[in-house]
């Protein structure tokens, strides 16, 4: 009810008559009606009212109106920017605008006891309000719909005028690490000139900031920070706060080769590490910096995932011990949509690692883009007030500002385990690199910073105005530090040939690098009849007491009854491979848009209790020493939760880590993870990763957005050994290919192109023994087919073999024999000469898919496919859709004649006299050939 609008009514009868029962008896009014009449009655007392019969506001109101004003704007009105005049808002903060005049300056105003002033001037009310909110520190805050929140910052920020009050020894520090910054850079010109490093110069408080970061982060409780940045002041990040030694640094400038032949290695501003350091007050902190590529942010998602991997399993779901901290750019984080996915993903169970702390290296510029044409908001954090994150915006000249916001904004994180923003405004010395040139298109802004000194001679300054200075040993901060940067520019010239160190390594003991060997054949990864049938009763049970909807019964009991008759589906052989790993004591996650029950209506891991909101997951009922299970229904996002599962198998090498996409077409949403970390990240940063991708793919007549994974592009990212792809086309298989990710002794990304239809395929089913024999098979032979009958030999993937198989027992063609490649990369050519072997009386060898020619694994067979000897290896035709721009047609009846072409084709018919296997098959009603 707007109780606003019954005033405006000329029958005020209801109001009335509530106001009546309110005076006789408050209780027995509605409580937001309650207050309503208190606030009235309030009014009535201290307001006057004027001729005209309406009401006059006391100053005492205004008053309070101009210290809410500075609370919600004065962060519009600071003193943050080192370069540029700021832009002009309005309406001001005078004291004109909110009704008051020059004469009420002297005045004494009882609205100063909510500053904690007592009875104050107004002067001085201004005076507390202009240093608390109008300096080097500006706030956003008063949007944050929790009033403990705002009111928290009020209590912290208001009494000390949101100032520092340092001692020495924190100045000293402070000064430290601020000279290490600039002495780095400035080290860097010396000895590298002209060479690309990225440099911090304009933002060099970056350094005592993360110091401050790690330092109060401990003496809260963190044993673990997590860090994800860019390149720029990448390099000033690894010495002077991961304290990766210099040597290693220096000698990267170097260029030398790597001492491991099959690493291809990346520029060194890209690299991660790992170390462990103790801080101030004696602990042991761990410290990670994930490698990045050059696509701004991507990093983000990787670190999150990361941190909540440690939270999981090395920190017994404990927030408070495990920190993320993401340092960005001002044009990224306001430009790159995958930092809107990363925060929708900042306060769900399955992605929340308790607040992270974004740090903002503000350079007010992007490359060469001015931040006014870089953005609509008016600031590039904006994007935090979608959580209701607070933002701080802090001059990056003002070291003693910024390293008490980080120090406030750390106590926030510890009390509300929430996201903070702190945005550093500074500026970028030099162009984009070191050799860039600005003045091309900021002539006017880089003449304002060749004349502007660095943070440190402001600070020095600072110091020596305040007779700070003489009780410190500045030129022994100086001679230490520069002294530190010669021993390593000296050792890097120790350094004969380049290597990468290892990034997480103590998670990834025990594990090695996989060798070309490893893969002509997979381990046996069979389960014994005794714990499948174990499993699956586990898997089938319902609790007792709860109510469930009469189809998910249904489905238990034919799930139930699948064990009875020896013969499982799809879903059942994959919850089984889930079931196992747990009880062996390795942890699942699977987590995908609407993958708890699956896009298809097919897993059902997670069920509701009937009527209610309760859910019930049978994994977690399997063993009771078993492995952590998490199901997790993913915001509707691929880039951001991709990033984040591909960090989270980053830091868990011994669980099986899933992202399953709705379709497997929209994977191309989460492209850049795929090509610069999936594909690459091996080669580039020595690390392994074995994070797994389920595809949904196969041509259905759905149409274009919903038949294609697009297998053509992730084998063309293939090579080295980076990836295993794989296209199961029996439970069984898929559940031996699970598996097998956790029993070899290394760790690949494993792509699998899963079904759609076959989900419900009555022969697409598999029985106990294949479960408790064997493992994983890369190529299954026709086991119904007589060697000496065959003369054509179809080799297809997938989905489709189901399509030709019926046909095939249809026509009765005991000539052909049906191979399927369940394993695409690493091509399995060995087994795959062994299976051709056997048929020395075919004539004929035809690759088959339902995909256009242009698209598909056919490019890739045809290049990869070679035997040895050579002389072994047949001609291998094809048979595909026409080259097409799209993968698949929209219309259902076009696609149903396509796929008979297919299949007509495959086994053989043909309508034109090429003998060579070159053929068109043609259907003239729709003018269409099947090449």
């Given at each position: 009810m707007d109780k606003f609008n019954y005033l405006n009514q000329p029958d005020n009868s209801v109001i009335d008559g509530l106001y009546e029962q309110y005076k006789q008896d408050p209780g027995?009014?509605?409580?937001?009606?309650?207050?309503?009449?208190?606030?009235?009655?309030?009014?009535?007392?201290?307001?006057?009212?004027?001729?005209?019969?309406?009401?006059?506001?006391?100053?005492?109101?205004?008053?309070?109106?101009?210290?809410?004003?500075?609370?919600?704007?004065?962060?519009?009105?600071?003193?943050?920017?080192?370069?540029?005049?700021?832009?002009?808002?309005?309406?001001?903060?005078?004291?004109?605008?909110?009704?008051?005049?020059?004469?009420?300056?002297?005045?004494?105003?009882?609205?100063?006891?909510?500053?904690?002033?007592?009875?104050?001037?107004?002067?001085?009310?201004?005076?507390?309000?202009?240093?608390?909110?109008?300096?080097?520190?500006?706030?956003?805050?008063?949007y944050i719909r929790r009033p403990e929140v705002v009111e928290w910052f009020r209590e912290k920020m208001e009494p000390r005028l949101n100032m520092p009050d340092f001692t020495i020894d924190d100045k000293t520090i402070i000064l430290r690490k601020l000279a290490e910054g600039v002495l780095f850079e400035k080290f860097i010109h010396k000895k590298f000139p002209g060479q690309k490093s990225f440099s911090l110069e304009g933002v060099e408080s970056l350094i005592p900031a993360l110091e401050a970061v790690i330092q109060k982060g401990a003496d809260l409780g963190i044993a673990e920070f997590v860090l994800g940045m860019a390149h720029r002041g990448r390099l000033n990040v690894l010495g002077n706060i991961m304290h990766k030694p210099f040597t290693q640094i220096f000698s990267e400038f170097e260029g030398k080769e790597y001492a491991d032949d099959d690493l291809l290695g990346d520029v060194k501003y890209h690299l991660g590490y790992s170390n462990e350091i103790i801080v101030n007050n004696g602990s042991k902190v761990h410290l990670t910096l994930a490698p990045n590529p050059s696509h701004l942010e991507t990093v983000d998602a990787v670190v999150e995932g990361i941190s909540r991997a440690k939270i999981d399993h090395s920190h017994g779901g404990d927030n408070d011990q495990v920190a993320a901290i993401l340092i960005h750019g001002d044009a990224s984080i306001s430009g790159q949509g995958i930092i809107y996915e990363l925060i929708q993903m900042a306060d769900l169970d399955g992605y929340k690692t308790g607040g992270t702390i974004h740090l903002v290296v503000n350079n007010q510029i992007g490359f060469t883009t001015n931040y006014l044409d870089g953005r609509s908001s008016v600031y590039c954090t904006d994007v935090a007030k979608t959580i209701q994150s607070p933002i701080f915006h802090v001059n990056a000249d003002d070291v003693e500002a910024v390293v008490y916001t980080v120090r406030l904004a750390m106590e926030f994180r510890a009390k509300f385990h929430k996201d903070i923003f702190i945005d550093l405004l500074g500026y970028r010395k030099y162009g984009h690199n070191e050799s860039d040139e600005p003045r091309f298109t900021q002539p006017v802004l880089y003449k304002i910073i060749e004349q502007h000194p660095d943070p440190l001679e402001i600070y020095l300054k600072k110091l020596e105005e305040e007779n700070t200075l003489p009780s410190i040993d500045l030129p022994g901060i100086k001679n230490s530090i520069n002294a530190m940067l010669e021993e390593g520019f000296e050792g890097a010239k120790t350094i004969i040939k380049g290597d990468i160190d290892p990034f997480l390594g103590e998670q990834w003991d025990g594990l090695r690098k996989a060798t070309p060997a490893d893969f002509r054949h997979s381990p046996v990864t069979a389960i014994s009849e005794a714990t499948l049938f174990e499993i699956g009763q586990k898997l089938t049970a319902l609790p007792d007491g709860k109510t469930f909807f009469r189809k998910i019964i249904k489905m238990q009991e034919d799930r139930k009854a699948m064990l009875v008759a020896g013969k499982l589906d799809w879903a059942m052989g994959e919850l089984i491979a889930y079931g196992s790993l747990l009880a062996e004591g390795h942890p699942v996650r699977l987590s995908g848009q609407d993958c708890q029950r699956g896009t298809f209506s097919h897993r059902h891991a997670v069920l509701t209790v009937e009527d209610s909101e309760e859910k019930f997951t049978p994994l977690e009922h399997i063993s009771p020493n078993q492995g952590k299970v998490s199901i997790i229904n993913s915001l509707l996002s691929e880039y951001g939760v991709l990033g984040f599962e591909y960090g989270y198998a980053f830091a868990t090498p011994n669980a099986l880590t899933i992202w399953e996409a709705q379709f497997g077409d929209f994977n191309n949403g989460a492209q850049i993870v795929i090509d610069q970390y999936i594909s690459s990240a091996e080669d580039k940063w020595k690390v392994m990763n074995g994070?797994?991708?389920?595809?949904?793919?196969?041509?259905?007549?759905q149409g274009p957005e919903h038949s294609s994974a697009r297998i053509e592009r992730f084998l063309s990212l293939c090579g080295h050994h980076?990836?295993?792809?794989?296209?199961?086309?029996?439970?069984?298989?898929?559940?031996?290919?699970?598996?097998?990710?956790?029993?070899?002794?290394?760790?690949?990304?494993?792509?699998?192109?899963?079904?759609?239809?076959?989900?419900?395929?009555?022969?697409?089913?598999?029985?106990?023994?294949?479960?408790?024999?064997?493992?994983?098979?890369?190529?299954?032979?026709?086991?119904?087919?007589?060697?000496?009958?065959?003369?054509?030999?179809?080799?297809?993937?997938?989905?489709v073999y189901y399509d030709i198989l019926e046909e095939k027992e249809k026509q009765q063609k005991d000539d052909v024999a049906l191979i399927r490649l369940e394993q695409l990369y690493p091509l399995p050519l060995k087994q795959?000469?062994?299976v051709f072997a056997r048929y020395a009386h075919a004539k004929h060898?035809?690759?088959?898919?339902?995909?256009?020619?242009?698209?598909?694994?056919?490019?890739?067979?045809?290049?990869?496919?070679?035997?040895?000897?050579?002389?072994?290896m047949p001609v291998l035709h094809h048979t595909a859709r026409p080259a097409s721009g799209s993968p698949a047609t929209g219309s259902s009846r076009l696609h149903k004649i396509q796929q008979k072409l297919i299949v007509e084709k495959a086994l053989g018919k043909c309508t034109c006299e090429h003998a060579n296997g070159s053929c068109r098959l043609h259907c003239a009603e729709h003018e269409f050939q099947i090449v």
């Open positions: 027995s009014v509605d409580e937001s009606w309650r207050k309503f009449f208190e606030g009235f009655e309030f009014c009535q007392t201290n307001f006057r009212a004027d001729q005209g019969n309406a009401y006059v506001v006391p100053n005492e109101f205004k008053v309070i109106n101009l210290i809410n004003g500075y609370r919600s704007r004065g962060h519009l009105f600071t003193k943050t920017n080192p370069v540029r005049t700021r832009r002009k808002y309005s309406p001001t903060l005078d004291i004109e605008n909110f009704g008051l005049k020059a004469e009420d300056l002297d005045k004494t105003f009882q609205a100063g006891k909510e500053l904690g002033l007592g009875n104050a001037k107004l002067s001085a009310i201004v005076t507390h309000l202009q240093k608390t909110y109008c300096q080097s520190v500006g706030v956003e805050y008063h994070a797994v991708l389920l595809l949904p793919h196969g041509y259905e007549g980076n990836m295993q792809i794989v296209n199961c086309t029996t439970p069984a298989n898929f559940f031996h290919v699970l598996r097998r990710q956790l029993y070899r002794p290394f760790r690949k990304p494993l792509v699998v192109f899963t079904p759609k239809s076959l989900l419900r395929h009555p022969r697409c089913v598999s029985t106990i023994e294949d479960f408790t024999t064997g493992g994983f098979r890369e190529v299954i032979d026709d086991a119904t087919a007589d060697p000496a009958k065959i003369r054509r030999v179809v080799l297809c993937s997938g989905k795959l000469q062994a060898f035809e690759w088959v898919q339902e995909e256009p020619v242009n698209m598909g694994a056919w490019k890739f067979i045809s290049q990869n496919m070679v035997f040895e000897p050579h002389s072994a």
